[in-house]
C-alpha cells in the first residue's frame, strides 16, 4: 500500500493514539468484581456501539450504509471477547493482554504479509527487517508465557492456605522437634498435600488462562480483515464508513450471548450476574475501544496491516504490562522481572524493525 510521508506520519500518530486507548481499555476489570463476565462485556459491546453511533452521526450518511463483511468481522471480535474477564481473572492485564496481542499480530501481520484471505499483499523497503521483527515478536510471547503471575489479591483460598502453613497452632513445636512416627507423618503429610493441590492448580489455572488468551488474540487478529479485504477490492476506501456496521455484528453477537447466559441461569436455576455497578465501567471500557479502534483504522490505511497490527498491538501490551507491574502488582520475584524485561527489550527491538521496514 503506497502512502505519502504525510499521510504515513498521521498513520504513525494515529497508532500511538491507538495503543494507549486500547492499552487502557480493560482497567476497569480490575477495579471492580465483574463476576463471570458475561455482563460486564455485553456493557461494554453496548458502549463500543453507542460510541460507533455517534461517530457515524458526525460522519454523515455514508457512515450508515451497511458492510456485512465488516459486521461479521464484528461478530468474530464479540466471540472473543467473552473470554476477555475469565483470562483476566486466571493471569491478569499484564499477562493476558501480552499474550494475546502477541497472539493477534501474528494473524494480522501474517494477512498482509502474505495477502491472505483476498487480502493485497503489502511492500516494504525491506521485508528482512519487517520479518525479523516479527520473529522478534514471536521470542517476546514465548518469554511472556514464562512469566508466572503472582496470586491475585482477592483470591481468599491463597490467603487462607498460607495463613494455615504459616500457623503454629496445626504444628505444636514440641511436636514438630520430635522424631517423626507413622502417625505424625501421615498428619504432615496430610498437611502438604493442599500445597501440592494449590500449587496444580496454579498451573492448571495458568495454562487455561495463556490458552483463553492465544483464542482472543486469533479472533481479534481476524475481525479486521473483511474490513481490509473490502477495501482492497474496490469498496469504501474511507475506513471510518465501516465503523458502524462492525458494532452492528459485536452487538448482535454479544447479546446473543448475553441471551443464551440468562437463559442457562433460567433452566439452571442460577443467579445472574448483572449488577448496576458494572454498567459504567462497561460502557467506559467499550468506549475507549471505539476510539482505539477508529484510530486504528486509520492508521491501516495508512500504513498497512504487517506494519500497523504489530505496532498496536506491541504497544497496548507494553503499556498494559507497566499498569499490572507497577498499578495492580500482578507480576512479582526477580525471574518474573528478568522475564519480563528480556521480553520488552526483545518487543521494542522488534516494533524497531517493523517501522523501519516501511
Not at 504513525?12 to 477495579?31: A, D, R
Not at 494477512?111 to 520479518?131: A, D, I, P, Q
Amino acid at each position: 500500500m503506497e502512502t505519502t510521508n504525510l499521510s504515513r506520519s498521521l498513520g504513525f500518530l494515529c497508532c500511538i493514539l491507538s495503543t494507549i486507548l486500547l492499552g487502557c481499555v480493560y482497567i476497569p476489570v480490575k477495579l471492580i468484581n465483574s463476576k463471570d463476565g458475561l455482563f460486564f462485556q455485553w456493557m461494554m459491546c453496548l458502549g463500543i456501539f453507542g460510541a460507533s453511533l455517534v461517530g457515524a452521526v458526525f460522519e454523515g450518511m455514508a457512515s450508515f450504509s451497511m458492510h456485512w463483511p465488516s459486521a461479521i468481522g464484528g461478530a468474530i471480535w464479540a466471540t472473543g471477547v467473552v473470554l476477555v474477564v475469565p483470562t483476566l481473572e486466571l493471569i491478569g492485564i499484564g499477562l493476558g493482554t501480552l499474550v494475546w496481542a502477541s497472539s493477534e499480530m501474528v494473524v494480522g501481520w501474517a494477512t498482509g504479509h502474505y495477502g491472505l484471505f483476498g487480502t493485497t499483499m503489502e511492500k516494504y523497503s525491506s521485508r528482512f527487517l519487517n520479518t525479523l521483527g516479527v520473529l522478534l515478536v514471536g521470542l517476546s510471547l514465548v518469554l511472556y508465557v514464562s512469566i508466572k503471575p503472582s496470586p491475585a489479591k482477592n483470591d481468599n483460598y491463597s490467603r487462607a492456605l498460607s495463613s494455615r502453613i504459616s500457623s503454629k497452632e496445626t504444628f505444636p513445636e514440641e511436636f514438630l522437634e520430635q522424631p517423626l512416627l507413622n502417625g505424625g507423618a501421615t498428619l504432615i503429610r496430610e498437611e502438604r498435600d493442599p500445597i501440592s493441590k494449590a500449587s496444580d492448580s496454579e498451573t492448571k489455572h495458568r495454562t487455561l488462562g495463556v490458552f483463553q488468551a492465544l483464542l482472543i488474540g486469533l479472533f481479534s487478529g481476524f475481525h479486521l480483515v473483511p474490513t481490509e479485504r473490502t477495501i482492497d477490492h474496490g469498496g469504501d476506501s474511507h475506513p471510518l464508513h465501516y465503523m458502524f456496521s462492525n458494532s452492528i455484528g459485536i452487538i448482535t453477537v454479544s447479546t446473543l450471548f448475553m441471551s443464551m447466559y440468562l437463559c442457562s441461569c433460567k433452566i439452571f436455576e442460577k443467579k445472574c450476574w448483572m449488577e448496576p455497578g458494572l454498567i459504567f465501567p462497561g460502557l467506559a471500557s467499550g468506549c475507549l475501544w471505539a476510539l482505539g479502534e477508529m484510530g486504528r483504522l486509520l492508521a491501516n490505511q495508512s500504513l498497512g496491516l504487517s506494519v500497523n497490527f504489530p505496532i498496536i498491538t506491541t504497544g497496548k501490551s507494553l503499556f498494559a504490562s507497566l499498569l499490572g507491574v507497577f498499578v495492580f502488582k500482578e507480576i512479582a520475584g526477580t525471574q518474573n522481572y528478568v522475564l519480563l524485561f528480556f521480553a520488552l527489550i526483545a518487543t521494542s527491538a522488534a516494533v524497531t524493525c517493523i517501522v523501519l521496514s516501511k
